[in-house]
Structures are given as C-alpha cells and as structure tokens.
C-alpha cells in the first residue's frame, strides 16, 4: 500500500498563477485533510472532507479551494497564488470507525507534502 | 489560537538518556495523540490515549494525560539518534463530529547526539 501520496512535491509558481495540487490515499479512508505548516505556526487545517462529494472549512480557508469528487482523492486549489501562500501543504487521511466519545478522532495519515513557493 | 502547546520547544539529549515531552491544552477532548515528524516528511501517528485512560505505553514510549490538569506527556525511553525528530501533540474537541477535526501543538523538536 502506498497510504497517502501527494503531486506535485515541490512547485515555483508567480504571484496570481492557478495550481491544484493532488492527494490520493488508498486506504479506503472516510475522512481527508489538508493542512499547511509554517514555521512557528504548527499546522494549520485549510479545508477537510466528511466523505465523497462533501467539503467543510477549517481555521484558514481563505484563497483555497477543495474538491472530493472521489473517495480516494482529495484536490486542494489556489485560485490566484500570493506570497503568503508559500508554505508547506501536507494531506491526510483518517478512517470514520470510531465513532463518537473516547473512540473518535483515529489516527491521521500524512503524505509528504507538497513544498510551495509563491514568487 | 493552538488547543495543544508543546513544552519545550526544542531539547537536546545524548543516546541513551530519556526525553520527556509536554503538551497542554484548554479545551475538554475525546483522546490526545502523538505523531512524530521527520525532517522534510509527513507526520507519522505514534499513540493515542483516551480521555478515560491516564496512562499508555507503545515499546519505548510511555504517555500520561491529566484531563484535570489538562496536560499530557510523552515520554521516550533510552533515545536514540534515530528519534530526533519533531513531535507533535493533537487533540480534539469534546462536541465536534466524529472524525472531524484535530488541532496540532507547534511542536518539540528533539535532538539526540550520538
């Protein structure tokens, strides 16, 4: 199994360029993330997925947009690129067999990201 | 704001020694986890533990949480080079949907020199 991978791994793009990056997990998770991690911020969740065809918003969502069209994939767009979107983007997964209470929350999944650069 | 900060930021030890972690958080969870982090890598999970258990072992790792205190420790045992690191604690939301939503801490990074 190859768990979570995300494409591209490094991108340069120029301020106002459109990308997608992709994540693709092959463990038949539920649940998808993404998150970016900046230095001295930890990470931070831009948008997630409950399931196929549904998308929520997290802390910072602003300038992305997210698409889960299938189970397995999870696309995570910059419409127009800026510099403060130069960061580290990781996607993750997690199955939906806890439950609510003690058991919820399993364990997350991470690709190896996605390093952005925003010229 | 963070619902998980870790303390210390940053700790050096040498190989063999034991390395204690700390995470505190302020909000009521479900279960805290630990992931370990290596440089230019994805998070990799290494434990969980219940809002209803104090304490959990995984081989060299022992973790506590205190829901009184609202605090958790990671605890790795005669380290190894290979365990520097960044460690992260996350944690949940009493009340979010199942599933949903973790917080990450900023994390310590450990060094342990040979």
């Known amino acids: 199994n190859a768990g979570v991978t995300q494409t591209p791994k490094f991108r340069v793009l120029k301020t106002g360029q459109s990308m997608t990056l992709l994540c693709a997990q092959d463990?038949?998770?539920?649940?998808m993330y993404w998150y970016r991690q900046d230095p001295g911020m930890g990470l931070r969740l831009i948008h997630y997925?409950?399931?196929?065809?549904?998308?929520a918003k997290g802390e910072v969502p602003d300038g992305y947009n997210v698409s889960r069209l299938k189970k397995q994939n999870f696309l995570l767009g910059l419409e127009s690129a800026a510099p403060s979107q130069t960061s580290v983007y990781f996607c993750?997964?997690?199955?939906?067999?806890?439950?609510?209470?003690?058991?919820?929350?399993?364990?997350?999944?991470f690709g190896d990201g996605t390093r952005l650069s925003i010229l | 704001s963070q619902q998980g900060e870790e303390d210390p930021q940053a700790l050096s030890i040498q190989e063999g020694e034991n390395a204690t972690m700390n995470c505190s958080y302020k909000?009521?969870?479900?279960?805290l986890q630990w992931y370990r982090q290596n440089s230019g890598r994805g998070l990799v999970h290494l434990i969980l533990i219940r809002s209803n258990e104090r304490e959990k072992h995984s081989g060299r790792l022992r973790v506590t949480l205190d829901t009184s205190k609202k605090s958790s420790s990671l605890l790795i045992t005669a380290s190894r080079a290979a365990d520097t690191a960044s460690y992260f604690c996350a944690t949940d939301g009493v009340g979010r949907t199942s599933g949903s939503r973790l917080t990450f801490g900023e994390g310590t990074q450990l060094t342990v020199n040979p």
């Open positions: 997925s409950v399931g196929e065809g549904t998308t």
């Open positions: 993750a997964s997690s199955s939906n067999h806890g439950g609510r209470g003690v058991d919820s929350n399993q364990p997350q999944h």
């Open positions: 463990m038949n998770h539920e649940y």
């Open positions: 909000t009521s969870i479900n279960n």
